[in-house]
């Protein structure tokens, strides 16, 4: 019903900027509440932010605070997070992904419905 594609990723020096984008296929995307997760090898998949329907509501996870940010462009259907000051623990697969069911910030994996594919983001040292 939602297909989500992340663009964005890349190869980046310790201390650059990223930006990603996350493009929702449906109409309603003004409706589902999306996040951003992230996976590095070996390690479970993380929450990194969260952002309302509305895009009026926004959470982030301790570790990116205050560096990265999460926006929407509704009228896009699109997701964004930008990445500034990467570090090398920043390295991972990044996730888009869609709630349906609720508007709201939501900080689990299992709050989500869809997901998209990855994008790479892999910060040199």
């Known amino acids: 019903q939602v297909q989500l594609g992340e663009s964005g990723g890349g190869l980046v020096q310790a201390g650059g900027s990223l930006r990603l984008s996350c493009a929702a296929s449906?109409?309603?995307?003004?409706?589902?509440?999306m996040g951003w997760f992230r996976q590095a090898p070996g390690k479970e998949r993380d929450i990194v932010a969260s952002i309302s329907s509305s895009g009026r509501t926004t959470w982030y996870a301790d570790s990116v605070k205050g560096r990265f940010t999460i926006s929407r462009d509704n009228a896009k259907s699109t997701v964004y997070l930008q990445m500034n000051s990467l570090k090398a623990e920043d390295t991972a697969v990044y996730y888009c992904?869609?709630?349906?069911?609720?508007?709201?910030?939501?900080?689990?994996?299992?709050?989500?419905?869809?997901w998209g594919q990855g994008t790479q983001v892999t910060v040199s040292s």
């Open positions: 992904a869609a709630r349906t069911g609720y508007p709201g910030t939501a900080y689990s994996s299992r709050d989500y419905d869809y």
């Open positions: 449906g109409r309603t995307f003004s409706s589902y509440a």
